[in-house]
């Protein structure tokens, strides 16, 4: 009987370890998943984020463009409208030439002095870059809009599609799903 005993004890040891051993494995598996999940949100938000990085740099580019250009049909209206005044100057200072009949020579140097030097600031004005400046009597208007964020959210609540959203507000799906899903994500969707 006391065999029995010692077997009987013997075999509850055995399983006792068994059991522990077979805790601990499933507790160390459980571990390795919470970290393979991790990592696959993390590399989801990473891919996330690198997408919508490389559309906004494509935005920036394309502004970028339309802010150039912009500029550059300022200088030109602003150049065309410095020669019309010159030109228009030049005109009236010619007119002026034949109506006066100058019968001086002394009279006559310095007019033509004076147009040389017209002439001469007025082939300047060209040469120079134009400086786009706000002129002191241009208005200045104030404008809120709603951010991007607050107009896809709203959007998305009254349930268009995250294609439709990003052609209604011209942005990228990535930058429409990313908005969204860190809005669920912080627990206010």
Same mark, same amino acid.
């Given at each position: 009987m006391l065999e029995v005993n010692s077997l009987t004890s013997m075999l509850f040891m055995v399983s006792?370890?068994?059991?522990?051993?077979?805790?601990?494995?499933?507790?160390?598996?459980?571990?390795?998943?919470?970290?393979?999940?991790?990592?696959t949100y993390i590399e989801e938000i990473d891919e996330l984020m690198t997408t919508y990085l490389e559309e906004l740099r494509e935005e920036n580019a394309r502004l970028e463009d339309r802010i150039v250009k912009s500029e550059q049909i300022k200088a030109v209206q602003k150049a065309l409208k410095n020669d019309q005044k010159h030109s228009e100057d030049d005109n009236n200072e010619k007119e002026e030439l034949e109506?006066?009949?100058?019968?001086?020579?002394?009279?006559?140097?310095?007019?033509?002095?004076e147009m040389l030097?017209? &002439?001469?600031?007025?082939?300047?004005?060209? !040469?120079?870059?134009?400086? +786009?400046?706000? $002129?002191? @009597?241009?208005?200045? &208007?104030d404008s809120y809009t709603a951010?991007? !964020?607050?107009?896809?959210? +709203?959007?998305? $609540?009254? @349930?268009?599609?995250?294609?439709?959203?990003a052609k209604k507000l011209d942005c990228g799906e990535t930058e429409v799903n990313l908005v969204i899903k860190m809005h669920k994500r912080n627990g206010k969707g």
């Amino acid at each position: 009987m006391l065999e029995v005993n010692s077997l009987t004890s013997m075999l509850f040891m055995v399983s006792f370890l068994l059991h522990i051993i077979a805790l601990s494995a499933i507790y160390m598996l459980f571990k390795e998943l919470q970290k393979l999940k991790s990592t696959t949100y993390i590399e989801e938000i990473d891919e996330l984020m690198t997408t919508y990085l490389e559309e906004l740099r494509e935005e920036n580019a394309r502004l970028e463009d339309r802010i150039v250009k912009s500029e550059q049909i300022k200088a030109v209206q602003k150049a065309l409208k410095n020669d019309q005044k010159h030109s228009e100057d030049d005109n009236n200072e010619k007119e002026e030439l034949e109506n006066q009949n100058v019968n001086s020579s002394d009279k006559q140097s310095s007019v033509f002095a004076e147009m040389l030097s017209n &002439e001469e600031k007025r082939h300047e004005l060209e !040469q120079e870059p134009f400086d +786009l400046q706000i $002129e002191s @009597g241009d208005a200045i &208007e104030d404008s809120y809009t709603a951010s991007l !964020q607050s107009r896809i959210l +709203l959007l998305a $609540e009254q @349930g268009f599609s995250q294609n439709e959203i990003a052609k209604k507000l011209d942005c990228g799906e990535t930058e429409v799903n990313l908005v969204i899903k860190m809005h669920k994500r912080n627990g206010k969707g």
